[in-house]
């Protein structure tokens, strides 16, 4: 009866911290306008409750609660002064808190102490087993608590649905309260990971280790078919894009956890098979080399144009990999023990990337600032071309770093034979604010000039759709286009054409398809409007002959419109009509 008393507890204390942190979050949501008056305030407060809570619901029961809250109450606001000290680098907290490397090195700082805080509080900070088991620990319960929040909204919406029959609204009415879906997910969240925490011998990440040490032999495998292919396709062709080395060091990342994964967290626990013992010693062995290429090629990007956050952030991972790398390689081929050697060398290098990840929060390692003084540096002893600077980044990402480095560029334009330079900042300074970004200038200039129109427009004849379709369209599918584009017809034309006409004749306004060939070679169809009162409208197109349109039949349903040979019908369909309504059955699933 004690022990019940004491999980009844539990659950409802977890629970209520649970309601409290989805409040919070509620509360920070509906006044985020106090950002504007008190931006530094509101960080702080927002970081330090998110991160407070988060670490709260994530230790507790590792620890008792108590301990728990202290640990979390300490490190919340560690990573809230770095955040709000990094915050400074820019006019406003917005533009700080947009950049993805800064979101993914704070929610690092973030977790990454957690197993070191649990472990502190028993056998020691760097005991590995702690470590080891704390860690996964920490992943599953949350997984699994979150899992639970998935299906409690799942069940309160049936129940609403099954109400709804009834004529009874209660529980749309109860969520549609000012925060109460908030506070429900946060109670629902902290008791899951109360039940989780008594069933820690059920809820094991036992099972999801076991499944990972299957695919080292895979991931040997494949590192050692591309470290055999890459000599014969050469280096070149692999180092002519940046994303070849985020792909290695993200390989790298997944084999140092696969090698830690089939170590578990000692003796007892790690692998015993013969072959598993050697393809997790060939994975350790080659992690330096993956990382060693990955590197390379940040350097390579690095020499040719400079810094930039989001290279510092890969050099960081390419360094911290290398770290890793020669851990392993040395303490396999120290033989005997060389397993409880990667263990330490796990411990060791974690608090490391700690460290280093807390640093990019600091002045010592500023992306935004070594970011522009690298483009200032290298225009200035000509090794960059005043075509190659990249304004938009210093106007909007960069910080107050990209205004100072602005303002020398200015004065530096201002002074004999830099007139091309005169002439790059008045045009960056007169772009609106949905043109700055001007490699997605580029790519509707260039796809502005390929795009086919039928019916064929004289050259500078205003089109409204299409510099809406231009305008709204995301980077990701302008460059789809271009590419499609790219991708000419055996007569040699663009695999792609605009057909404007009356698609809609209810809706007015002008109306067009996109088509264009897909990288498998299937057609694609893109629609837009711009619609009297709602104005430009991305809309979705079928094709009523067939479900799935060949390779072959793509490329000549393409020439026939290229060629005008596809005159606008219409739709062979008939629909049951009851006064303003259509019913018809969709001739496909």
């Known amino acids: 009866m004690k022990r019940f008393g004491q999980a009844f507890l539990a659950r409802g204390t977890l629970a209520v911290i649970g309601a409290m942190a989805g409040l919070s979050l509620w509360w920070l949501v509906q006044h985020r306008d106090l950002m504007g008056l008190h931006p530094q305030v509101y960080l702080f407060g927002a970081v330090l409750s998110t991160v407070f809570f988060g670490a709260t619901l994530s230790l507790a029961g590792p620890l008792s609660l108590p301990r728990a809250m202290a640990s979390a109450l300490a490190l919340a606001v560690a990573v809230a002064l770095l955040m709000t ?24 700082i973030a977790m990454l102490p957690l197993p070191y805080l649990i472990a502190g509080a028993g056998r020691g900070w760097l005991d590995y087993p702690t470590l080891f088991a704390q860690s996964w620990s920490i992943v599953v319960r949350i997984a699994a608590a979150w899992i639970f929040v998935a299906v409690i909204w799942i069940l309160v919406y049936l129940s609403d649905a099954l109400l709804n029959l009834a004529g009874v609204s209660v529980i749309a009415d109860l969520i549609a309260r000012p925060g109460v879906s908030w506070g429900l997910t946060g109670a629902v969240l902290g008791l899951a990971i109360a039940v989780v925490n008594e069933l820690t011998d059920y809820v094991s990440p036992d099972l999801a280790l076991r499944l990972l040490r299957l695919l080292v032999p ?42 830690s994964t089939a170590l578990g967290e000692g003796e007892a626990e790690a692998v015993r098979a013969p072959v598993m013992v050697r393809a997790t010693q060939g994975l350790a ?23 930039t956050p989001p290279r510092i952030a890969s050099a960081l991972v390419a360094v911290t990999m290398l770290g890793y790398g020669v851990i392993y390689a040395v303490a ?8 409880a050697r990667i263990r330490r060398g796990n411990g060791t290098m974690a608090l490391a990337v700690l460290a280093g990840t807390a640093l990019t929060f600091t002045p010592l390692l500023d992306a935004q600032r070594i970011s522009a003084t690298s483009q200032l540096v290298r225009y200035t002893s000509g090794r960059l071309g005043v075509g190659d600077l990249d304004l938009a980044a210093m106007r909007n990402d960069w910080g107050l770093a990209g205004a100072a480095t602005l303002a020398q560029l200015t004065a530096l334009a201002a002074q004999p034979g830099q007139e091309a330079l005169q002439a790059r900042l008045t045009a960056a300074a007169a772009a609106t604010p949905e043109s700055r970004d001007e490699s997605v200038v580029a790519l509707r200039r260039a796809l502005r000039a390929r795009l086919p129109l039928r019916p064929a427009q004289p050259a500078g004849t205003p089109d409204p759709l299409l510099d809406a379709l231009l305008g709204r369209a995301n980077p990701g599918d302008l460059r789809a286009w271009l590419d499609a584009c790219g ?15 009356s698609f809609l004749p209810d809706r007015g306004g002008p109306q067009a398809i996109l088509l264009y060939r897909a990288p498998t070679g299937a057609l694609r169809a893109d629609a837009a409007i711009i619609d009297p009162l709602l104005g430009y409208v991305r809309l979705d197109t079928a094709d009523l002959g067939t479900p799935a349109t060949p390779p072959e039949d793509a490329a000549e349903v393409l020439a026939a419109v290229l060629d005008g040979a596809a005159p606008l019908a219409p739709a062979r369909i008939n629909a049951l009509t009851i006064g303003a309504h259509q019913i018809m059955i969709r001739p496909w699933p």
């Open 487 to 501: 991708r000419s017809l055996p007569d040699g034309r663009p695999g792609c054409v605009l057909v404007s006409g």
């Open 218 to 259: 895979v991931v040997l495998a494949v590192s050692v078919l591309f470290l055999i292919a890459l000599p014969i396709h050469g280096l070149s062709t692999f180092y002519g894009r940046f994303s070849s080395a985020q792909t290695l060091l993200a390989m790298a990342v997944g084999a140092a956890l696969l090698v």
């Open 332 to 339: 396999v081929l120290g033989g005997e023990g060389w397993a």
């Open 285 to 307: 062995l080659i992690l330096p080399l993956l990382a060693a290429l990955g590197a390379a090629g940040v350097w390579l990007r690095v020499a040719q144009y400079g810094w």
């Open 85 to 108: 000290w990094a915050s400074l680098r820019f006019a406003q907290v917005p533009d700080f808190l947009s950049g993805t490397e800064r979101m993914a090195a704070a929610l690092l």
